[in-house]
Structure formats: structure tokens, C-alpha cells
């Protein structure tokens, strides 16, 4: 990593609020370039506390911009951080309203040149699209990472209409102590309690709203850019990595946008390409960024649109491993997406009909739903995950590279009303090691769309159809291709609660790859890594970091496994400013290997924020679960807030939801 000190421009910092047509005021922190000519403004929008949370993160990259002829803005979205308002659901009608308030508000500033981008990651990279589908007349460009145009089946919500127990729940408790935390004296001044307690006052836990809608119904259509591509004006740098979750957005905006776009697909995990964090190469992506703003937001001719409109990274085979710094492989060029050079190769399943009916902990070796460049975070050897599926192994005799999306064909019978298949390509090696490739799930009551719940006609054998997540990846002479197919995936999926797996015809049933013919382009490079100057941010050691990042525990005798997660996130530190931050989080999933009734999550926060030079010591502490029966979810949510030694607020949420699809 290179660190930037001498720019263009010189630079000023200044926080501001920005004021919304209903007179609330959202925090704002903007970095501009020391000049008497108006510029174009970037806007970054999140939840995520500018002043604390992202913060480190910030001044790697606005300081680089404002120093590159950019007005560089981070806003914190309403009832969050340092903003006015009371919180509201992610992606609300007001939070894309006011998103595009701010945006109108930038371009009428005098040291704005009136037009505006939009960039982010994540949240940030999701209500991007969102308002650039409103077209306020400013928006001009925006670059999009890590985010979705589905928020139904491709976020943290559902996956192939089933429940994602593992970030549903851990997302929404994330949140829950998120929203939770007052602003800062330091910025507000001493409104800061009232502001906390009326803020909390208008707290609910996402989880009840999320698992009120099991089914793609117009909550989930709302924020989901594919409902329109053509709203999008826009040009759009969709950018995703293959350790991400949300890589296959960037393979529909390419296919669907209709202005100016274009993609790129990295080994990354859910992180911005620059950082370093693991899987690499890393790439210097604020240079490759600037090119996009300085063609779309400055006129300035560049090589920017020359590049192919989709490059991807394909890594070459790998040994199974937590974590990689960098994968082996290299870079692809693709003129449109659909690629002319991928072909769907069929490869037709072997055998008799058998029996899938997986243990309740099949899926444990799954590693982390999102990735964020931790040790722990990736799937380990996938050999005793393929042992409670039913597999079935191509031999590869020559080099087989693919590009996209899988597709499996699945023959099943079922004596059941429901059930769920959960599809894996994996890469095994001679000597028999298994490294997950890619995957995919079908709730199979979704099996005709994801907008609708259809029983299983007991007893009947259909086909079914789904694809995989998209991948990058070269198969050598010498290994094997291998599907394994379960009906159970835990902790990703929550299992339902009347299955009893399915038998699988392999006759008619069938794996589809998207095989890329051609070489690699080693024309496609990237300048190297580089930021600006980083936050002095001091990480004093702590005991939590003696933890295991995942840890699975066995109870052989109750035939009971637990897996618990550190999501570590960022743990405790010390700001330059003064504040102590103190974060602590663990996630525990809990099921017996024979009850898919037995399955728990929990997800247990601690928070201190203290600046001793204003007497100013504030500590949250949430837990929240979901446990189930045949007939519903259950939840139960606590917060407790603390001022001083004075509990300020306490409250607990306790919420039967039916279990419609889910």
C-alpha cells in the first residue's frame, strides 16, 4: 500500500449540516480541494457514524479525492450518528428522499460545480442505485461496490426464497445495537441525551419486519433497482468481488443498464479493492475510480469507456484454506453480458436414485456468509461437507475455465409438502482435498418463483432449476469437477421444519457450467494500491482478541453443535479526538444434528463510547435470538442503555412471526 501525502490540490475538512426540507439536519463531513473553481462533489451515504464507526475507513479515501479536484462527502443518514431524525427501516422511501435531497443541496453550493456522484460499499453501494433509479437532474455517475439490485434474493435477508439464518438475524442484531448508540456530545453539543432517548424511542428490531415478508412482495420490490433498470441514467461502475455475496449484481447491471456501464468482478472479499484485506491482489481502485469521475463528472477524455465492459478476475485452482492474501489467476475481458466467449456446457449426473436427507449441522464447514478479510472467514476443506451430500464428480482431462453462473437441474421426489436443495461445485484434487467453488439454494416451495409459496405435491417427482453464484474459476487436467447436492445447509439456511429431505434421480438431473473460452488479457492491469494519509487510530489489545474468530463445539452425547462466530468488526480503539471505543459482538448458532425444530440463533453486543475529557461514558448492550416451532419463528430482542451508571433505557421485544415460506 502506497500512502499519498502530496497531491493536487491542498485540502480543507469541515463538518456541516445539511438541512432537509422537513428541517431536520443531517450530519455531514466534507473535504475539498483548496480552489476557486467550482468542482464536481462526491457523496458517500451510510448509517455507519462518520464521526466514529467508518471514520478510519473515510480517511483513506475522501482526503484522496478532495486532493484530486473532488468535493468529497460522507452524510450520515438520519437517526444515525450524528444526524437529526428518528431511525427508520434500511432503504426507506425517507432515506431515499433525503438521499436525494442532499444530492440537489450539493450541487447548489457555491464551491460545487452542480454535478454530483454517488459511491459506497454495501449500504452506501445499495441506496447509490437506489437514488440514481430517482434521477435527481445532479447524479451524474455513480460507482457501486458490493451492493444489489435484488434485495430480496440477493442480499442478507433470503437466499433462493429461504431464510438466510445466518446474516438475517446476525445483520439485524448488528443493526439493533447500531441504532442504539447515542451521537456524540463532541459534534451535537449538549442535545445529545435528549436526541439519544428520543431516537431510541423509535427503535424496532429489522428482524420482525424482514420475517414478516417470506415471499418477493412489494416491501422487497421497493429498493430493487432490477424492478426498472431504465430508471438508471446514471452511469454505473458496478464493482463485486468473488468472496462477496453480492457478485451477481454486477453481472445483471452489465446486462441490463441502459447507459453508460461497466463492470469488474476481483478475487475481493466484502471490502473495497484497495484495502489489502485478504483474498488479493488488491488493486490501486481509487485511481481506477478517478478515471470514472474525472470522464463522467469533468468531460476529461480518458480510456475509461475503452475498457471491455465486463473484466473479471478467474483464479486458478487452489488448496482449501480459511484464508488466502492473494489467489492465483488473472484478468478477463468480456465486450458485453452475456459473453459471446461463455457457453453453457451440460454434464449430465450419473446413477440411481438415492436418498438426500442430510444431518441438521451439514453446512458448518460453509465459512462466513460475508466475507471481510478475516482469518477465519472462508470455507475450510470441503470433504466432510461432501459426505453428508450426495456427490457426483466430472473428470476434467484438459483445462475447463468458467465464467458465471452454474446451473443445476435437479429430478425430485419428495413425500413431504416442502424442503430445500442446496447445491455445491467443488474443485477436488488428486489427492482428494475438496475447495468449494461455488454454491447456490432453492427453497423448493419458491421452485416457481420466488414471489410465491407452493407446496410439494407429496409423492410427485418434478424437475427443478437454480442457479449457483456466480464465479471466476480454471479447473486443471487432473482434478475432478464435483456436485454435491444436500437438503440441509446450516447455519446459512434455516431448515424447514417438516422436511425429510428428497430422492434425487440423477436420470434427467444435470450440471450446467459457463465455460470461457480464450485466454486470459494481460492488457487488463491496475496501477498499484494507494491512499491517502490514515487516521491515527490507536488498537490497544484486548482480551476478546484471545477468541476464536469461528469455534465449533460438539455435544457427542445430545448430538448438539454449536458454532460461534466473532464477527470482529473492528474492536476496541482510540481516536485522535479522544473518544474510547469499545466493541464487542458474538454470534452462536445451536442446532441437534436430527431437529430442524432445535435450531437457535443468538447474537449478544456490547458497546462503550467514552471521552473522559467530557465526563461522557455511554454503554449499549443488546441481545437478540429467534428459536422456532412447527408453526412459527420466535424472537426475542433486549436492549440496554446506559448513561454513566444510570440505565437510561431498557427494553425487551418479544415477537411470534409465521412461518409462511421461511
Known amino acids: 500500500m502506497q500512502i499519498r501525502s502530496s497531491f493536487p490540490y491542498e485540502t480543507t475538512r469541515e463538518d456541516v449540516q445539511v438541512p432537509l426540507p422537513d428541517g431536520t439536519k443531517l450530519y455531514a463531513r466534507v473535504w475539498r480541494p483548496v480552489t476557486d473553481e467550482p468542482v464536481p462533489a462526491l457523496l458517500e451515504y451510510l448509517p455507519y457514524r462518520l464521526s466514529d464507526w467508518t471514520a478510519p475507513r473515510d480517511w483513506q479515501r475522501h482526503p484522496w479525492y478532495a486532493g484530486h479536484g473532488y468535493a468529497s462527502v460522507r452524510v450520515d443518514v438520519r437517526g444515525h450518528g450524528n444526524s437529526e431524525g428518528m431511525p427508520g427501516d434500511e432503504y426507506s422511501a425517507v432515506e431515499l428522499a433525503d438521499g436525494v435531497a442532499v444530492v440537489n443541496w450539493l450541487a447548489q453550493q457555491p464551491w460545487c460545480s452542480g454535478k454530483v456522484g454517488m459511491f459506497g460499499i454495501s449500504w452506501g453501494g445499495f441506496n447509490s442505485l437506489q437514488i440514481a433509479a430517482l434521477a435527481p437532474e445532479p447524479l451524474k455517475a455513480v460507482v457501486t461496490v458490493c451492493s444489489t439490485d435484488d434485495r430480496y434474493d440477493n442480499d442478507v435477508h433470503y437466499m433462493g426464497g429461504s431464510v438466510l439464518a445466518v446474516d438475517m438475524h446476525a445483520w439485524a442484531a448488528t443493526m439493533l445495537a447500531f441504532v442504539s448508540r447515542p451521537p456524540d456530545p ?32 412489494d416491501y422487497w420490490r421497493h429498493g430493487s433497482v432490477c424492478e426498472d433498470y431504465s430508471a438508471i441514467g446514471a452511469a454505473v461502475l458496478a464493482v463485486g468481488g468473488f468472496h462477496d455475496p453480492y457478485r451477481d449484481t454486477v453481472l445483471r447491471l452489465v446486462e441490463h443498464l441502459p447507459g453508460d456501464v461497466r463492470g469488474l468482478i476481483g478475487p475481493w472479499s466484502h471490502q473495497y479493492p484497495d484495502r489489502g484485506l485478504p483474498p488479493g491482489p488488491a488493486i490501486g481502485f481509487l ?84 466475507p471481510f478479510g478475516n482469518d477465519a472467514d472462508l470455507p475450510p476443506d470441503q470433504r466432510d461437507e461432501d459426505a453428508k451430500s450426495a456427490c457426483f464428480e466430472f473428470e476434467v482431462p484438459a483445462a475447463v475455465r468458467i465464467l458465471g453462473r452454474p446451473r443445476v437441474t435437479l429430478r425430485l421426489r419428495m413425500d413431504v409438502p416442502f424442503g430445500q436443495a442446496i447445491a455445491r461445485v467443488c474443485d477436488v484434487a488428486p489427492d482428494g482435498s475438496s475447495t468449494l467453488v461455488t454454491r447456490g439454494v432453492l427453497n423448493l416451495s419458491a421452485r416457481h418463483g420466488r414471489d410465491r409459496a407452493d ?3 407429496v409423492g410427485d417427482t418434478e424437475d427443478v432449476t437454480f442457479d449457483l453464484n456466480a464465479i471466476g474459476y480454471a479447473f486443471p487436467p487432473g482434478h475432478r469437477i464435483r456436485l454435491a447436492v444436500s437438503s440441509a445447509y446450516w447455519p446459512w439456511i434455516w ?16 450440471l450446467e457450467l459457463p465455460v470461457r473460452e480464450g485466454e486470459l488479457d494481460p492488457g487488463i492491469t491496475f496501477a498499484a494500491p494507494e491512499q491517502s494519509e490514515p487516521l491515527e487510530v490507536v488498537y490497544p489489545a484486548t482480551l476478546d482478541e484471545q477468541r476464536p474468530e469461528r469455534l465449533v463445539v460438539r455435544d457427542v452425547a445430545k448430538g448438539e453443535w454449536r458454532l460461534e462466530v466473532d464477527p470482529r468488526y473492528g474492536g476496541t480503539r482510540v481516536y485522535p479526538d479522544g473518544l474510547e471505543f469499545t466493541e464487542d459482538a458474538l454470534e452462536t448458532y445451536t442446532i441437534n444434528e436430527s431437529d430442524p425444530l432445535s435450531a437457535r440463533t443468538r447474537s449478544d453486543w456490547t458497546i462503550r463510547l467514552h471521552r473522559p475529557e467530557l465526563a461522557w461514558d455511554v454503554r449499549v448492550e443488546s441481545r437478540s435470538e429467534i428459536t422456532c416451532d412447527a408453526a412459527d419463528f420466535i424472537t426475542s430482542n433486549e436492549v440496554v442503555c446506559k448513561d454513566g451508571g444510570e440505565v437510561v433505557f431498557h427494553r425487551t421485544w418479544e415477537k411470534r412471526i409465521p412461518r409462511t415460506a421461511g
Request: hydrophobic share 40%; net charge negative; charged share 20%.
Open 186 to 217: 463532541l459534534f451535537v453539543g449538549s442535545d445529545w441525551r435528549e436526541m439519544w432517548l428520543a431516537r431510541l424511542e423509535a427503535v424496532d428490531p429489522f428482524i420482525h419486519t424482514w420475517l414478516d415478508h417470506q415471499t418477493r412482495d
Open 287 to 370: 485511481q481506477e475510480t478517478l478515471r470514472w469521475w474525472d470522464h463522467h463528472l469533468k468531460g476529461i477524455e480518458n480510456d475509461v469507456m475503452a475498457e471491455p465492459k465486463l473484466r473479471s478476475w478467474i483464479s486458478d485452482s487452489h488448496r482449501p484454506a480459511t484464508v488466502y492474501d492473494e489467489l492465483p489467476g488473472g484478468w478477463a475481458g468480456d465486450p458485453s453480458w452475456p459473453s459471446p466467449n461463455v457457453t453453457p456446457v451440460s454434464y449430465a449426473l450419473q446413477g440411481n436414485p438415492l436418498i438426500v436427507n442430510s444431518p441438521q449441522h451439514t453446512g458448518l464447514d460453509a465459512g462466513r456468509f460475508f
Open 455 to 457: 407446496a410439494w405435491p
Open 495 to 510: 431448515p424447514r421444519a417438516d422436511s425429510a429431505g428428497f430422492v434425487l434421480d440423477p436420470a434427467g438431473s444435470s
